[in-house]
């Protein structure tokens, strides 16, 4: 089945939604200021994660609890985030560690905590964006 959201085409495949490594999603802050972004999608982060600046810009928060978290550039306790995305045609409330993203390419990192909400990950899918 294919429809259009957010002029991305959203591919449906056994009641699961198709993402590829590289999404089109839109950050919803609590106050309705919204930030559309590129996101990287990440099957083995267990959690999601935004940009503090991201973060900041949209004023996301309060501060939930921290948590322990194993990166690339080490291990270190990151503060954690309740916010809500649209994914495809899904909009997921959940939780985010808040990272310096500032040198990375994506401001925002899809984890495991989101894509078990029913998406499947086809890494030759590209965006429309």
Same mark, same amino acid.
């Given at each position: 089945?294919?429809?259009?959201? =957010? #002029?991305?085409?959203?591919?449906k495949?056994?009641?699961? +939604? !198709? &993402? ?10 609590? $106050?309705?200021? $919204? %930030? ?5 999608? /990440? +099957?083995? @982060?267990? %959690? *999601?994660? !935004?940009?503090?600046?991201? @973060? ?9 609890? +921290? $948590?322990? &978290?194993? =990166?690339? *550039?080490?291990?270190g306790?990151?503060? !954690?985030v309740?916010?809500?995305?649209i994914l495809a045609? $899904? ?8 990272? #310096? ?5 994506y401001? !925002? ?6 894509? *078990?909400?029913?998406?499947?990950? /086809?890494?030759?899918?590209? =965006?429309d964006?």
């Amino acid at each position: 089945m294919l429809r259009r959201a =957010s #002029d991305n085409i959203v591919i449906k495949y056994n009641k699961k +939604t !198709v &993402v590829g490594l590289v999404e089109p999603i839109t950050v919803l802050g609590p $106050k309705g200021k $919204k %930030k559309e972004v590129m996101a990287r999608i /990440d +099957t083995g @982060a267990t %959690k *999601s994660s !935004v940009d503090f600046q991201l @973060a900041a810009d949209l004023e996301l928060g309060p501060i939930l609890k +921290t $948590k322990l &978290v194993r =990166s690339a *550039s080490g291990t270190g306790l990151r503060p !954690v985030v309740s916010a809500r995305i649209i994914l495809a045609d $899904k909009e997921i409330k959940t939780e985010f560690t808040l990272a #310096d993203r500032s040198n990375m390419k994506y401001r !925002v990192l899809i984890g495991q905590n989101i894509l *078990s909400q029913g998406f499947l990950i /086809d890494p030759v899918k590209e =965006s429309d964006r």
